[in-house]
């Protein structure tokens, strides 16, 4: 299997801040990468797909990069609603494993 | 209106069985992987498996198989989880989720869809 990690595992900042969310897969996995943001009491979300496409309605202050191995996702001036636990995910092979999580606090 | 529609919360007793639901309304069911994905009290999201409705196709999570068995029925556009003997350790939120894909290459893109999620309560 495909393992995921991500770091950091918690990030505290403030509104307005950019801030950058590291997923690193254990063998490269092209640009089969998901990223997904859950809010508490929610279904996660589908952020961004193929590492750097913004899924539809989803706004343009996330991007996603990377290749291979080593995947971002950044947000470039965090509003109020984007606090929440950020997740990759790799589609490349089955078990198409998610990353254990990123929880961003103010 | 496009949505995945999960049946409501259990509660059951350790060794009983259950089975939990998910229809997919205001798209084409047969042509999209549904996924299930369990999510423990407090803890991350873990891949369960997918599962093709048009043909029944699925694939397990080596976590999982043995564990769950998907089904479909494509009359009604539902897609099934279930359990024949329960552990307190399956008491988690159950989601389902569609896989979307890129329509010319066919490559899975990640779950663009989900249900609201079933919790599965397993106590004594």
């Known amino acids: 299997d495909i393992q995921l990690t991500q770091s950091p595992s918690f990030l505290s900042a403030s509104v307005g801040d950019r801030v950058t969310i590291t997923c690193r897969a254990s063998q490269g996995i092209t640009n089969y990468l998901a990223w997904y943001q859950q809010k508490p009491g929610e279904a996660p979300n589908l952020l961004i797909y193929?590492?750097?496409t913004l899924q539809n309605g989803v706004p343009s202050r996330f991007t996603g990069s990377g290749s291979g191995t080593e995947f971002t996702l950044t947000i470039s001036s965090l509003q109020p609603e984007d606090f929440a636990t950020y997740y990759c995910?790799?589609?490349?092979?089955?078990?198409?494993?998610f990353g254990p999580g990123t929880k961003l606090d103010i | 209106e496009v949505q995945l529609v999960q049946s409501g919360a259990e509660v059951k007793k350790p060794g009983e069985s259950v089975k939990i639901s998910c229809k997919g309304t205001g798209y084409s069911f047969p042509t999209f992987w549904i996924g299930w994905v369990r999510q423990m009290p407090g803890r991350g999201l873990e891949w369960m498996g997918v599962i093709y409705p048009r043909n029944s196709d699925a694939r397990y999570s080596p976590s999982f198989q043995g564990q769950v068995t998907f089904s479909v029925d494509q009359s009604i556009s539902t897609s099934y989880l279930q359990w024949s003997t329960l552990k307190s350790s399956d008491t988690a939120i159950y989601y389902c989720?569609?896989?979307?894909?890129?329509?010319?290459?066919?490559?899975?893109?990640?779950?663009?869809?989900w249900g609201r999620g079933t919790l599965v309560t397993v106590s004594s």
């Open positions: 995910q790799q589609l490349k092979s089955y078990p198409y494993t």
């Open positions: 193929t590492a750097s």
């Open positions: 989720a569609r896989l979307g894909y890129d329509i010319l290459t066919g490559y899975p893109r990640g779950f663009d869809l």
